[in-house]
C-alpha cells in the first residue's frame, strides 16, 4: 500500500512526523478514511481515537479535537492534544475525569464562562481517554468483559518518525 507523508502536531509540540499508509478519523460528520492521493479536504475532528496504520502497523491515538487537513500527498492533523493509546495511564486518566468534574461544578457555582470552557475541555478529554481504554480492553477480553483494571488514561509515548 502506498505511503503518504503524515504530520500530527499540537500546539506545543510535533507528535508524529512520518510516512503513513491510511488513516481514520472521525468527524462531526462520521468517520472518514484518508489513503494515498486523497482529494483535497479540510475537517474537524471530533475528540475521538485516530487510526494510522504505519509500515503495516494499525497505530492508536486519542485526540480531543482539533482539524485535519489533506493536501494529496501530505496530511496534517492540527490537535488540541494526542496521545498514542498505549501510553495512557489508567489511573491519572481517572483522576484528571474526577478533578474536571470538581472543577467544573465550581467554575458553574461562580458562573465564570472561561473556567467552564475550560473545565469542559478537561472533562471531553478525559471521557475520550477513558473511552478509548474501555474499548481497548473489550476488544482483548470481549464483549463487558475486563481484566478488572482501571479503564482510563495519561502522558504520551512514541512511534519511529516521531519528534519531540
Same mark, same amino acid.
Given at each position: 500500500?502506498?505511503?503518504? +507523508? !503524515?504530520?500530527?502536531?499540537?500546539?506545543?509540540?510535533?507528535?508524529?512526523?512520518?510516512?503513513?499508509?491510511?488513516?481514520?478519523?472521525?468527524?462531526?460528520?462520521?468517520?472518514?478514511?484518508?489513503?494515498?492521493?486523497?482529494?483535497?479536504?479540510?475537517?474537524? !475532528?471530533?475528540?475521538?481515537?485516530?487510526?494510522?496504520?504505519?509500515?503495516? /502497523?494499525?497505530?492508536?491515538?486519542?485526540?480531543? $479535537?482539533?482539524?485535519?487537513?489533506?493536501? %494529496?500527498?501530505?496530511?496534517?492533523?492540527?490537535? =488540541?492534544?494526542?496521545?498514542? !493509546?498505549?501510553?495512557?495511564? +489508567? =489511573?491519572? +486518566?481517572?483522576?484528571?475525569?474526577?478533578?474536571? /468534574?470538581?472543577? !467544573?461544578?465550581?467554575? =458553574?457555582?461562580?458562573?465564570?464562562?472561561?473556567?467552564? =470552557?475550560?473545565?469542559?475541555?478537561?472533562?471531553?478529554?478525559?471521557?475520550?481517554?477513558?473511552?478509548?481504554?474501555? %474499548?481497548?480492553?473489550?476488544?482483548?477480553? $470481549?464483549?463487558?468483559?475486563?481484566? %478488572?483494571?482501571?479503564?482510563?488514561?495519561?502522558?504520551? %509515548?512514541?512511534?519511529?518518525?516521531?519528534?519531540?
Amino acid at each position: 500500500m502506498r505511503s503518504f +507523508a !503524515l504530520e500530527i502536531v499540537t500546539p506545543d509540540r510535533v507528535f508524529y512526523t512520518g510516512p503513513a499508509q491510511s488513516l481514520t478519523v472521525d468527524t462531526p460528520l462520521g468517520k472518514m478514511g484518508v489513503l494515498y492521493q486523497h482529494e483535497p479536504v479540510v475537517a474537524a !475532528l471530533a475528540p475521538s481515537e485516530i487510526k494510522v496504520i504505519i509500515e503495516d /502497523k494499525e497505530r492508536t491515538a486519542v485526540c480531543t $479535537g482539533g482539524f485535519l487537513e489533506v493536501l %494529496g500527498e501530505k496530511v496534517y492533523i492540527f490537535a =488540541q492534544s494526542i496521545e498514542w !493509546l498505549e501510553d495512557i495511564d +489508567a =489511573q491519572r +486518566a481517572q483522576e484528571a475525569l474526577e478533578r474536571a /468534574k470538581r472543577h !467544573l461544578e465550581a467554575a =458553574q457555582r461562580e458562573n465564570n464562562k472561561y473556567e467552564i =470552557q475550560r473545565h469542559v475541555w478537561a472533562l471531553e478529554r478525559a471521557q475520550a481517554r477513558l473511552r478509548s481504554l474501555k %474499548g481497548r480492553a473489550e476488544a482483548r477480553f $470481549g464483549e463487558g468483559k475486563s481484566d %478488572g483494571g482501571d479503564t482510563s488514561g495519561g502522558s504520551s %509515548g512514541g512511534a519511529e518518525g516521531e519528534r519531540r
